[in-house]
């Protein structure tokens, strides 16, 4: 399975709402997650099944979608939300990451 | 709480192997898999493979299929990631990672390939 995110990268300002859409190849019900990950450091999962935030996670962080289409979308963007951002289908095997969409600051 | 801890960071040259380790704490280490991912440098991120930890049943990527193995140790909660006849292009950091949700990671385990 294919996945595929837009856009690969976007400048954006604190306050701003973001959205980062992630798209795979065939049906994968609900069986993505969203991860960030900050240079340097280990990805960190934000969302899991689509739309449920990990405990801990801000809640300006949502994900929505089922099938093929997946957003996560981020209400107010803090300086901390600088990173990449990769989904992850886990339906089937091979496991396969998105590409990556890097936020930075406009 | 529930830690993946890896082990540190190898230099290793090109036909040689690598072996990763990822000690888990915090939870019953036979309930969950154990996954591996790699990131080359500047690239995004690479599947690899599972462990069941449960039996120590794996699989890979058919990219690495014959040049990986995956192997737990049930007495001390680690998992191991060995690979094989190491290239220039296997330079990047290995992350375990647990459950197919990929809830928890290891901090990561860079490892550069070179002659």
């Known amino acids: 399975i294919q996945m595929t995110q837009s856009p690969s990268s976007l400048s954006a300002s604190v306050g701003d709402r973001v959205t980062i859409t992630c798209r795979a190849s065939?049906?994968?019900?609900?069986?993505l997650g969203w991860f960030q990950q900050k240079p340097g450091g280990a990805p960190k999962r934000l969302i899991y099944?689509?739309?449920n935030l990990q405990s801990g996670v801000p809640s300006r962080f949502s994900g929505s979608g089922s099938g093929t289409e997946f957003t996560l979308t981020i209400s107010s963007l803090q300086p901390e939300d600088f990173a990449t951002y990769y989904c992850l289908q886990h339906h089937s095997y091979p496991f396969t990451f998105g590409p990556g969409t890097k936020v930075d600051i406009k | 709480q529930v830690q993946l801890v890896q082990s540190g960071a190898e230099v290793k040259k090109p036909g040689a192997s690598v072996k990763v380790s990822c000690k888990t704490s915090g939870y019953t280490f036979t309930r969950f898999f154990i996954h591996w991912v790699r990131q080359a440098p500047g690239q995004g991120l690479e599947w690899m493979g599972w462990i069941n930890p449960s039996g120590g049943r794996s699989s890979s990527a058919q990219t690495f299929q014959g040049r990986i193995t995956m192997t737990r140790d049930t007495s001390t909660s680690t998992v191991y990631m060995e690979l094989h006849s190491l290239r220039s292009e296997d330079t990047a950091v290995y992350y375990c990672?647990?459950?197919?949700?990929?809830?928890?990671w290891g901090q990561g385990t860079k490892v550069t390939v070179s002659s």
């Open positions: 065939q049906g994968i019900r609900d069986d």
């Open positions: 990672a647990r459950d197919g949700t990929f809830d928890i």
């Open positions: 099944t689509a739309s």
